[in-house]
């Protein structure tokens, strides 16, 4: 790795993982341990352990790797899946579970109309602070579509999961999003929710039930939430 990386500000950051057929030295291998995040040796590490390093490094540098969305600044869809791919190993591996919250800000197209792009934005991310006040440090929040979103939920059981987002429906629903004039704006959402692994132990399989339920949340008039089970 060249100095001039390390000093320019645009790939100061950018991990390095050196992948190499050469036999190092001991003083090879300790230079550039110091130099790249990873050392491995063509041979010892296949293709498969490869990839697995660079999916992990993908998720430690979420911005570089584009998984974050650039406009309300918390992960996308791409850092989900990669996440969830972890975690459902790590559950399956420890005998662990963790739950996804699912939501649609309802009518926010209408709403956008109404009110302007910028005021639209606004207002999701007075939204994503108030799903910050009600989640804990290690829960992640990700924009999967417009005006979707997508909450893991650590160790969390089916009903703990149900209770968050039950808190997070009727908080939307009454609050007061900002509007030029000192007007306030109002918004509800539809909610669903998916267990690992009360309803599926795959990550397409509990996407896929968190879609449905969120749809028939939607279908049913919106500030809804479907469970599949009782609170």
Request: glycine residues 6%; proline residues 3%; negative net charge.
């Amino acid at each position: 790795m060249g100095r001039g990386q390390e000093r320019n500000p645009d790939t100061a950051s950018i991990p390095v993982v050196i992948y190499t057929a050469k036999e190092l030295t001991r003083e090879e291998a300790l230079k550039l341990g110091r130099e790249a995040e990873s050392v491995l040796i063509k041979g010892a590490h296949g293709r498969t352990e490869l990839l697995r390093r660079l999916q992990k490094l993908e998720l430690l540098y979420p911005a570089r790797a584009h998984m974050v969305d650039p406009v309300l600044d918390c992960f996308n869809l791409r850092y989900m899946r990669r996440r969830l791919e972890e975690e459902v190993a790590n559950a399956h591996r420890y005998n662990l579970q963790f739950a996804l919250v699912t939501w649609e800000m309802d009518d926010y197209g209408k709403y956008v109309k109404t009110h302007g792009e910028r005021w639209g934005i606004a207002a999701l991310k007075e939204m994503l602070e108030t799903v910050h006040t009600v989640t804990r440090r290690g829960d992640i929040c990700a924009r999967i579509a417009e005006a979707r979103f997508m909450l893991l939920l650590m160790n969390a059981t089916p009903t703990a999961a149900m209770r968050v987002a039950e808190k997070l429906r009727i908080r939307i629903r009454h609050q007061r999003f900002l509007l030029p004039d000192d007007e306030v704006g109002h918004m509800h959402a539809s909610f669903a929710v998916a267990h690992y692994s009360e309803d599926a132990d795959a990550v397409d399989k509990l996407l896929a039930i968190a879609e449905e339920r969120l749809q028939e949340a939607i279908e049913a008039g919106g500030d809804q939430g479907c469970y599949g089970g009782e609170l």
